[in-house]
């Protein structure tokens, strides 16, 4: 009876703090699905290895990140994991449960950094001219693609956008993210390729009339992150670039592409949606290795 009452006082603080991410934080969906799974299989560890969630000691927390090593999980598991109880548990300091946070001062393994893959000018060229403006899905294709380079928009955003969130008099596009607006110029290509769409093919795709979304399938409905998805890997197969291309490379590509170019770092963090610099300043270092990569494939003496 006592282990089922701790269970429900468990379930009950992992709501509360669902609704703190949600509401407090303005979290995306896919943090807070993430920090959920690791802080309610953390709980699920202790009930039967060790106290409470809500008693756990640093002790606690580096076993059961030993434990995760232990099973196969990568660095960047733990690390995420790490992030997650601490997020938790200050809350639990915040809302009064807890007079300290056990994670804090726990270190995870070192984890490699990623730079994020980009494109150069001339494969974003390549890229964007493959959807052949022939057909409806041609236009529609085209127009997706040049409006995520010309913004840099996350792809969830690219796919939620309303009709009315697009200014092409004026050449700009209104955008809302993970609890940030945001309004993003246009390039005249860009604006071009969304007029060609917007006044000529999406009447003819759309069935209902109440549909305010901005792009839609075949169908008429929004448009899906699964059908852009295969949309992004159709054309970069038909263009025969290498690299592998994510909705999220064209975002990088924007950013560092700007960059290289003189733009303000500032200027990028708000075009981008970045809440915290740290996030911006990544693309410094993949600038600053594609620059050292130029060097030694030019330089004569290199």
């Known amino acids: 009876m006592r282990f089922g009452k701790r269970e429900g006082i468990v379930t009950d603080e992992i709501t509360r703090y669902e609704e703190y991410l949600v509401r407090e934080k303005h979290a995306s969906q896919n943090t807070v699905a993430s920090y959920l799974r690791d802080v309610t299989q ?118 939620t956008l309303e009709l009315d969130d697009l200014n092409l008099a004026a050449g700009f596009v209104h955008c809302s993210g993970k609890g940030r607006e945001r309004i993003i110029p246009l390039y005249r290509t860009a604006v071009k390729a969304l007029q060609d769409y917007v006044w000529k093919i999406r009447p003819q795709l759309v069935l209902d009339e109440e549909e305010t979304a901005l792009f839609v399938n075949m169908s008429g409905e929004r448009m899906s992150r699964q059908g852009f998805w295969k949309i992004i890997k159709h054309y970069q197969e038909k263009a025969g670039i290498e690299k592998e291309i994510t909705p999220h490379t064209l975002r990088h590509s924007f950013a560092a592409h700007l960059l290289e170019n003189g733009a303000d770092l500032r200027a990028i963090q708000e075009m981008l949606g970045h809440a915290d610099i740290s996030s911006t300043q990544i693309y410094t270092h993949v600038v600053k290795g594609n620059l050292k990569d130029v060097y030694q494939k030019a330089h004569p003496r290199a």
């Open 42 to 159: 953390f709980a699920d560890y202790l009930k039967v290895r060790g106290p409470g969630l809500l008693e756990a000691t640093t002790e606690t927390v580096q076993s059961y990140m030993d434990w995760m090593l232990s099973r196969g999980k990568s660095a960047a598991s733990v690390t995420r994991f790490l992030a997650s109880v601490k997020s938790f548990y200050n809350f639990q300091m915040f809302s009064g449960a807890m007079k300290s946070n056990p994670a804090k001062g726990v270190t995870a393994a070192k984890v490699e950094r990623k730079y994020p893959e980009i494109l150069t000018s001339k494969e974003v060229d390549l890229f964007l001219e493959q959807p052949q403006c022939m057909d409806a899905k041609g236009f529609r294709d085209r127009a997706m693609l040049e409006l995520l380079y010309a913004t840099g928009i996350r792809v969830s955003e690219l796919i």
